[in-house]
Nanobody, 116 residues
Framework: QVQLVESGGGKVQPGGSLRLSCAASGRGFSIAAMAWFRQAPGEQRELVARFTRDGTITYQDSVKGRFNISRDKARTTVYLQMNSLQPEDTAVYYC??????????WGQGTQVTVSA
């Protein structure tokens, strides 16, 4: 069983920054892909940024140039550096990891609120 634990959410003023972390723990897993999603109230969950299986990084257009996804060499922790945050970035952010065997794992979610 793999567990993902997120940290780093909070409240920040417009223009501020936050860094989210998501650490995987468990036995016998090997992570192929890692991603961050977000879900605002009344909205569907949407992809924010991801590492694909071949290591390619993609971003949602609205966060390009402001957010940066990174990971550790062991591929057990993924980060999301969020700069120039705007009120429309307010959402619950979820990390997602997929193993090479096709298993899909989600973090518990962390609230990010951007407000003056």
């Amino acid at each position: 069983q793999v567990q993902l634990v997120e940290s780093g959410g909070g409240k920040v003023q417009p223009g501020g920054s936050l860094r989210l972390s998501c650490a995987a723990s468990g036995r016998g897993f090997s992570i192929a892909a890692m991603a961050w999603f977000r879900q605002a109230p009344g909205e569907q969950r949407e992809l924010v940024a991801r590492f694909t299986r071949d290591g390619t990084i993609t971003y949602q257009d609205s966060v390009k140039g402001r957010f940066n996804i990174s990971r550790d060499k062991a591929r057990t922790t993924v980060y999301l550096q969020m700069n120039s945050l705007q009120p429309e970035d307010t959402a619950v952010y979820y990390c997602n990891m997929q193993s090479y065997t096709g298993s899909n794992y989600w973090g518990q979610g962390t609230q990010v609120t951007v407000s003056a």
